[in-house]
């Protein structure tokens, strides 16, 4: 052991030696994604995917950024933690300067650690309140958080609906829990009488057990905070049981597959979330959109991708102003902006990193699967 | 008392299909000794088969009764060539080796045929169309049943029936029933044993691809990765019926779907796969060779 020492560090000196001049030798910034590319929401991870591919291709056609190039790293961790952590140990691997995503404040949450040790910067449209707890200076939140969706719901309900009966469900995601506690803690304030609180397991497809209990409470209003593959299937079970309740899903229900596992059944259900990309009234919103549609041939999957495209759009915009590839200085300018044009609104960080705002609607989808926006 | 019953059809629609699918992995069991885990996988390999042939043929849109027959024949049949492909490839190279490397391939094809449906497909939830079946809902009672589950109890009883019929009235039932309990005896008396295996196989493939369909129409989304908790659900099933034994295998599908449902409905949801494998063990320290399982146990 003794003799193998000296060698072992001597290898593993050259080895970081290397690995510092390739570093030092490239000519590239590199931005890394983790999202869900494949399981679950692959639908949502595709999309930040192609959102971010968008972007980086728009400025690396103008010379790329600091006269650099920009190159992108995925990572697929499934929306999963377990993947997550093995995803963030990669991209710091591969030398990356900020992470966008992931999609899930699961996935999110279990990676923060690497990226704060690494100092690399993190931006996510993970929702969950626990997400900025931690007072990382490496994380950025480019959604709005659960409390602020909560205080909203509790004032739909109980100022707007007028519900006197509330069934709450949530899955066992740190996204969906922590929403679903926001919102009874929210609703107990304005003295709602929430009936049931219960929990079911994403994805194993059958409810029935868990509605039927539900039937029996003859409930006004069924409140969802977990995510659309459930939410559909929820949604299509409840009207196949028959219970007359409204079906009030969380802004991750907010998705095609949505309507498409919902199928007739979606009509009539109200989503809340902040505004859909076809309503933003920004005209860089409106670029964006057709710029995608042009080179996917699609639509962005949700709100959320474009939520993750402006965290983007903020790092490489205060790149570009402080002049500096320094993941320090890019945080200070971070919490510098003010009212930075995004897509989905002006972006400005509180100290903490969480986007400060919030603007949620409730839209009712009509029978051909198009929103309504019913209250704001 | 309607909740009770509600629960009470619940539990048994879902108990229908963890029976079919544990028809699979008892019949095999019960002739070769081997746990099939790559059957689950082959099941929702049907689901992903049943939809890519309803959009294909009839374009997603078409109801019609001879529509559902020919997607569930076509199925069944790919399902079943699939599934005789199976056991040619990955388990009679292995019939004389020790029972641990049939195990093994077992998984191994398992994950292959996850893989290969992944790879064909692709890794997202599909969505089965909401018409596949009629969205007709009859409320009995305060009792509320969907054609589809109608559909999946009624033919699912008419499918066990129907195999119990099989095993004991025809010759070939006999057959597999010889083999079932001394191969090399059934050997002797002229009975061909390689062609009552692929018998076999081709039953439990169909058996499964049946359930596969119902799953996909029953829950509309469909992910590659499925296979794995039906099938392990399904196999909790066999044994608890007592494994190689058939009407076992049914008995114990619909016992654990009705037992999941009460959980569920009674207790919680966290509870409910906790309780089905306490439920397990209990059987296993009580009755170790199942409910039904008293006719195989001299064998093992």
């Known amino acids: ?376 | 008392m309607d909740i009770f019953l509600q629960q009470m059809v619940n539990g048994l629609t879902i108990g229908s299909l963890y029976a079919l699918v544990a028809l699979g992995y008892t019949m095999v069991y019960g002739v070769m000794r081997l746990i099939n885990f790559a059957h689950g996988d082959l099941v929702a390999f049907s689901a992903f088969i049943g939809l890519s042939v309803y959009a294909q043929i009839f374009g997603e849109s078409v109801t019609s009764l001879g529509a559902i027959i020919v997607v569930f024949a076509l199925s069944a049949l790919i399902v079943a060539f699939v599934g005789v492909l199976l056991e040619r490839l990955a388990y009679r190279p292995l019939r004389t080796a020790p029972r641990l490397s049939a195990v093994v391939s077992a998984l191994g094809a398992g994950l292959v045929i996850q893989n290969s449906v992944m790879l064909i497909w692709g890794p997202n939830m599909k969505i089965f169309p909401s018409n596949f079946f009629p969205a007709t809902i009859w409320e009995i009672g305060g009792i509320v049943i969907t054609f589809t589950q109608v559909m999946i109890l009624g033919v699912s009883s008419v499918l066990m029936v129907g195999l119990y019929f099989f095993i004991h009235q025809t010759k070939i039932g006999t057959a597999i029933r010889a083999v079932a309990i001394d191969q090399d005896a059934a050997k002797l008396m002229g009975i061909n044993v390689g062609r009552i295996i692929m018998i076999i196989f081709i039953i439990g493939s169909a058996l499964g691809a049946v359930a596969g369909l119902f799953i996909g129409s029953y829950y509309r989304g469909i992910t590659f990765d499925m296979g794995w908790m039906y099938g392990l659900n399904a196999f909790v099933a066999a044994i608890m019926g007592g494994i190689g034994n058939i009407p076992g295998a049914m008995l114990g599908g619909l016992l654990l779907g009705l037992f999941n449902a009460m959980i569920t409905g009674y207790i919680s949801t966290q509870w409910a796969e906790t309780f089905t494998f306490v439920l397990l063990i209990a059987i296993l320290v009580f009755r170790p060779t199942g409910i039904l399982g008293e006719t195989v146990a001299e064998k093992v």
């Open chain 1, 1 to 376: 052991m003794k003799r193998l020492f000296p060698k072992l560090t001597a290898s593993l000196a050259v080895c970081s030696v290397l690995v510092s001049a390739s570093v030092a030798a490239t000519n590239v910034i590199k931005i890394g994604v983790q999202a869900p590319i494949t399981g679950q929401y692959a639908n949502e991870g595709q999309s930040i995917d192609n959102g971010v591919k968008l972007i980086v291709d728009q400025y690396n056609a103008k010379g790329g950024v600091l006269g650099k190039k920009i190159e992108v790293v995925t990572c697929d961790d499934q929306g999963t933690a377990q993947q997550a952590a093995i995803c963030a140990k990669k991209l710091v691997n591969e030398g990356v300067k900020a992470v966008i995503g992931s999609y899930t404040s699961g996935a999110t949450e279990a990676a923060q650690t690497t990226y704060n040790r690494a100092g690399v910067l993190q931006t996510s449209d993970g929702t969950s309140d626990s997400l900025i707890a931690h007072k990382y200076w490496t994380f950025f939140r480019n959604s709005f958080p659960n409390s602020a969706e909560a205080d909203y719901t509790a004032k739909y309900f109980v100022d707007g609906k007028q519900y006197k009966k509330i069934v709450i469900l949530s899955d066992y995601s740190s996204y969906s829990t922590d929403l679903a506690d926001a919102t009874i803690k929210a609703l107990k304030a304005k003295n709602a009488n929430i009936i049931y609180e219960g929990k079911i397991k994403s994805g194993s497809q059958n409810f029935t057990a868990t509605l039927t209990k539900i039937k029996s409470m003859d409930p006004d209003v069924i409140y969802f905070s977990g995510y659309y593959t459930d939410g559909g299937l929820l949604r299509a079970q409840q009207i196949q049981l028959g219970i007359k309740a409204d079906f009030v899903g969380g802004d991750s229900n907010d998705n095609p597959d949505y309507m498409k596992l919902a199928g007739e059944s979606a009509k009539g259900t109200l989503l809340i979330n902040v505004p859909t990309p076809d309503i933003l009234p920004y005209d860089i919103a409106k670029t964006f959109l057709t710029d995608y549609k042009t080179k996917f041939n699609a639509t962005p999957a949700s709100i959320w991708s474009l939520m993750n495209v402006d965290g983007l759009r903020a790092i490489l915009h205060v790149m570009e102003q402080t002049k500096s590839e320094d993941t320090k200085v890019i945080a200070e300018g971070l919490h510098q902006l003010k009212d930075f044009p995004g897509i989905t609104g002006p972006v400005t960080f509180r100290e903490d990193g969480e986007r400060i705002g919030g603007g949620y609607m409730t839209y009712e989808v009509q029978a051909d699967k198009s929103y309504k926006i019913v209250y704001q």
